[in-house]
């Protein structure tokens, strides 16, 4: 019995830790929602859950609390929220997208790109955050598989907005 043993305050604290939970998670996917509607074609891709969790690293502590984090029931939100919006799901087979160089005319991909939360293609130099070279790369990988042509990443929308929460610079896209 998972109840068991425990008191009617640490019951109510975790009705009221999960109640919080759910509504972050509604929160943030009408915001991933929100943002990607202000494409011309938007499209969301996932990658599969499994390894997303296994490529996450910020080392021991953080990992613990990040692999903790409900992914099924935010990509559930994002999903049913989405498709209010005519947005259908995609998903693809997140094979090397963590460590392929992101830039269009490089992709140049080695396991030595990465070094952490850090991209650096030894190729072209490209820096990144590697979640954002890696979450470029899927939503590439989603786009092809759609036959759909990929945006220049200049044109994306709020991209200075996404570097500042990301730590370390990033260099002007192709
Ligand atoms: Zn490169």
């Keep these: 019995m998972q109840n ?22 509604h929160k943030l996917s009408q915001q991933v929602v929100e943002w990607v509607s202000q494409f011309e074609k938007p499209a969301i891709v996932f990658e599969d859950l499994k390894d997303m969790r296994d490529s996450i690293d910020y080392g021991t502590r953080m990992n613990r609390r990040l692999h903790s984090l409900p992914f099924r ?27 392929a160089c992101s830039r269009t005319a ?10 952490k939360k850090r991209f650096k293609c030894v190729e072209c130099g490209r820096q990144d955050h590697a979640d954002r070279n890696a ?7 989603g786009l092809k598989k759609l036959d759909r042509n990929v945006p220049a990443l200049n ?20």
Excluded: W
């Excluded at 068991?4 to 998670?25: C, M, N, P, W, Y």
């Excluded at 907005?161 to 370390?168: A, L």
């Design 135 to 141: 979450a470029i790369n899927i939503a590439k990988k």
């Design 155 to 174: 044109t994306l929308p709020q991209v200075m907005k996404v570097r500042r929460q990301t730590s370390g610079p990033s260099t002007p896209q192709p």
């Design 4 to 25: 068991a043993g425990k008191s009617s305050f640490d019951r109510t604290f975790e009705q009221k830790e999960e109640r919080f939970v759910h509504d972050q998670l």
């Design 106 to 115: 490089c992709e140049h991909t080695t396991r030595a790109n990465r070094d």
């Design 73 to 99: 029931k935010l990509r559930e939100f994002i999903t049913y929220k989405a498709a209010f919006q005519g947005i259908p799901p995609n998903e693809i087979n997140p094979e090397y997208t963590s460590q």
